[in-house]
């Protein structure tokens, strides 16, 4: 089966500054998807970025970079230049190709962006 | 661009009463999710649907639970028999593929907030 896990229930930056979320994974399965979610306080859930298992380069989104360590089965979340409408709770999930492809989800960040 | 909608937005039911959580999915999309997050807590998993039946579900999607494609485009979630411990946000999901083992993987709705009371 496979986890997902964020080991920052919280994290603080500031403004205009970049800020790196944690996410590691545990998989056997050579195929799989992550992905990065934004929850703001409004509840909704929010895509923000997708890295492929075989992708060769990392994925890039305006000011989000996902920083994808295969062997070390990491994908942390950067996010530069913060702003203040990034305070929110960020949500790593896998998918998988094989077996239960349902995305499981990690426990989530909450990042807080100071002025 | 393309949306899952779900309706109500928020809910607030009698413990023992039925409710039913409405989501539109992405039209060209075949596989559909429902999720729930209690509040402050992680998004967990709860059933998944394909070709008109269940496809997947996890031990939270017990007796009490049920999902249902009444028509080509609204995709339900009974509650039974409510308690207080199903008040959460649930999330509606839909995808095109199986895996999603590329960028447009799963497109969540914006939640219904139900509270049970």
């Known amino acids: 089966a496979q986890k997902i896990t964020q080991t920052q229930p919280g994290m603080f930056v500031q403004e205009k500054e970049a800020v790196t979320l944690d996410c590691t994974y545990d998989?056997?399965?050579?195929?799989?998807?992550l992905f990065w979610y934004k929850q703001p306080s409004s509840g909704e859930m929010i895509f923000l970025i997708y890295?492929?298992?075989?992708?060769?380069q990392n994925a890039t989104e305006g000011r989000y970079s996902l920083n994808f360590q295969k062997a070390r089965k990491s994908a942390n979340l950067v996010i530069s230049a913060s702003q203040l409408g990034d305070s929110a709770m960020y949500f790593c999930?896998?998918?998988?190709?094989?077996?239960?492809?349902?995305?499981?989800f990690g426990r989530g960040t909450s990042l807080i962006v100071h002025p | 661009e393309p949306e899952v909608t779900q309706t109500p937005s928020h809910q607030v039911t009698q413990m023992g009463q039925e409710v039913i959580l409405r989501c539109v999915p992405i039209s060209n999309h075949l596989y559909f999710y429902w999720y729930r997050q209690i509040l402050g807590q992680k998004v967990e998993f709860l059933v998944s649907?394909?070709?008109?039946?269940?496809?997947?579900k996890s031990e939270i999607f017990d007796d009490q639970f049920s999902v249902e494609r009444p028509d080509g485009s609204n995709f339900t979630l009974k509650i039974r028999s409510t308690k207080l411990e199903d008040s959460a946000m649930y999330f509606c999901?839909?995808?095109?593929?199986?895996?999603?083992?590329?960028?447009?993987?799963?497109?969540f709705g914006s939640g219904t907030r139900l509270t049970v009371v």
């Open positions: 649907f394909y070709n008109n039946e269940i496809s997947e």
């Open positions: 998989t056997s399965d050579p195929s799989y998807g």
């Open positions: 999901a839909s995808s095109e593929r199986r895996a999603a083992l590329a960028s447009y993987g799963y497109t």
């Open positions: 890295q492929g298992s075989y992708d060769q």
């Open positions: 999930a896998m998918s998988l190709s094989g077996g239960s492809y349902i995305p499981t």
